[in-house]
């Protein structure tokens, strides 16, 4: 599955179980301005939260 910005950018990739499997600096950067995010096949919001927890500090290092 990919996640994209508003702008229909890829940003990420993830599995159907939605673990992060590329795209983890990226996904930090967006985070970071304050990017929505949407999962692209659905067009529905992408929980940061969710991510940011799985992953801890690796995410916030690289941002």
């Known amino acids: 599955?990919?996640?994209v910005d508003e702008d229909g950018e890829i940003i990420a990739t993830a599995s159907?179980?939605?673990t992060l499997i590329g795209g983890h600096h990226r996904l930090a950067v967006a985070a970071s301005l304050g990017k929505k995010l949407f999962w692209r096949d659905t067009g529905e919001p992408v929980k940061l939260d969710n991510f940011f927890k799985h992953y801890?500090?690796?995410?916030r290092h690289t941002a």
Request: no cysteine.
């Open 56 to 59: 801890g500090s690796s995410l």
């Open 16 to 18: 159907d179980e939605h």
């Open 1 to 3: 599955m990919k996640i």
